[in-house]
């Protein structure tokens, strides 16, 4: 009951969503004349009735480009999934990287572990823009010192994967890193670690089966905010690589087209939190709800 009545309320916050550029355009207009504030109010509540009305009507649903319209399917599918398949990758490539350097870092020596977090603090610290077009540039310096192109700077005639996909897991998986070690520093104080290291448990044994097995629940709700991260950094390299994407059709979508497509984007992330939630309780060996 509550997975469906949160599902219900973000539906009713896209669809308020949709209607704000007629609650903006009325009140300019009421600004300059001398209309009272009702007359912003009654426009905008009209509009999201018409939007909800719309969505009940698929054979309206439509994209109004620059000189065309376009029927909303199957033309947003094909932005749908390159943006996801971007997306996905990017996010497979962060865990398995987060990964090994969170190992590599915990069993390295105490000299060589202060350096490599060091080095990926401040890689951490750079600006996204700074790394997309660092990378870009590398790139095209690369291809007129070679004349090798090691991959597609931007989008012209065919979908590119390989810089947005990089791009994109950078900072993530330094984001995923700095979490998890931090979680993992808080259970290394913990008693239970000291009896695994007293029983003779190696060092691996102790970090994979109970050290970060522990840090798995709080690592999955801090996750939350750095898959909202991926998707704000999504749009920015789609706007960089020229990306013909979901998140910039979703910029221009209006009324019932951006209800739809905001939902369809939605719901893959909220099905995969709630899912993974019940799998992380069990895996922990929790129950209940989480708070």
Same mark, same amino acid.
């Given at each position: 009951?509550?997975? =469906? #009545?949160?599902?219900? +309320?973000? @539906?009713?916050? &896209?669809?308020?969503?949709?209607? /704000?550029? !007629?609650? %903006?355009?009325?009140?300019?207009?009421?600004?300059?004349?001398?209309?009272?504030?009702?007359?912003?109010?009654?426009?905008?509540?009209?509009?999201?009735?018409?939007?909800?009305?719309?969505?009940?009507?698929?054979?309206?649903?439509?994209?109004?480009?620059?000189?065309?319209?376009?029927?909303?399917?199957?033309?947003?599918?094909?932005?749908?999934?390159?943006?996801?398949?971007?997306?996905?990758?990017?996010?497979?490539?962060?865990?398995?990287?987060?990964?090994?350097?969170?190992?590599?870092?915990?069993?390295?020596?105490?000299?060589?572990?202060?350096?490599?977090?060091?080095?990926?603090?401040?890689?951490?610290?750079?600006?996204?823009?700074?790394?997309? =077009? #660092?990378?870009?540039? +590398?790139? @095209?310096?690369? &291809?007129?010192?070679?004349?090798? /192109?090691? !991959?597609? %700077?931007?989008?012209?005639?065919?979908?590119?994967?390989?810089?947005?996909?990089?791009?994109?897991?950078?900072?993530?998986?330094?984001?995923?890193?700095?979490?998890?070690?931090?979680?993992?520093?808080?259970?290394?104080?913990?008693?239970?670690?000291?009896?695994?290291?007293?029983?003779?448990?190696?060092?691996?044994?102790?970090?994979?089966?109970?050290?970060?097995?522990?840090?798995?629940?709080?690592?999955?709700?801090?996750?939350?905010?750095?898959?909202?991260?991926?998707?704000?950094?999504?749009?920015?390299?789609?706007?960089?690589?020229?990306?013909?994407?979901?998140?910039?059709?979703?910029?221009?979508?209006?009324?019932?087209?951006?209800?739809?497509?905001?939902?369809?984007?939605?719901?893959?992330?909220?099905? &995969?939190?709630?899912?993974?939630?019940?799998?992380?309780?069990?895996?922990?060996?929790?129950?209940?709800?989480?708070?």
């Amino acid at each position: 009951m509550k997975f =469906i #009545s949160k599902f219900i +309320l973000i @539906i009713i916050g &896209f669809t308020l969503i949709s209607a /704000l550029p !007629a609650l %903006v355009v009325n009140a300019v207009q009421v600004s300059t004349t001398d209309k009272g504030v009702g007359s912003i109010f009654k426009p905008y509540f009209t509009t999201v009735y018409d939007n909800v009305v719309l969505l009940f009507q698929p054979e309206n649903w439509v994209y109004q480009g620059f000189r065309k319209t376009y029927p909303l399917f199957p033309m947003f599918w094909d932005r749908y999934s390159y943006s996801m398949k971007v997306f996905v990758l990017s996010l497979i490539i962060a865990l398995a990287l987060a990964f090994l350097f969170m190992i590599t870092i915990q069993l390295a020596p105490k000299k060589v572990r202060k350096l490599l977090i060091s080095v990926f603090t401040i890689l951490e610290s750079l600006p996204d823009v700074f790394i997309i =077009i #660092s990378l870009q540039l +590398l790139v @095209i310096l690369y &291809f007129k010192r070679t004349g090798v /192109l090691l !991959a597609q %700077v931007a989008v012209f005639q065919e979908d590119i994967y390989t810089l947005p996909v990089a791009c994109l897991s950078i900072i993530p998986t330094f984001l995923l890193l700095r979490t998890v070690l931090f979680f993992i520093q808080e259970e290394e104080s913990k008693m239970y670690v000291d009896l695994a290291k007293v029983k003779g448990l190696s060092n691996v044994r102790i970090l994979l089966i109970h050290t970060f097995r522990n840090v798995l629940y709080s690592l999955f709700y801090r996750s939350k905010l750095i898959f909202s991260f991926m998707l704000s950094n999504l749009f920015i390299i789609e706007v960089l690589f020229n990306m013909d994407g979901a998140l910039q059709f979703l910029t221009r979508a209006r009324g019932a087209e951006f209800i739809i497509a905001a939902t369809l984007i939605f719901i893959p992330f909220y099905l &995969f939190f709630s899912l993974t939630e019940k799998f992380v309780l069990q895996f922990i060996g929790e129950s209940g709800e989480a708070a």
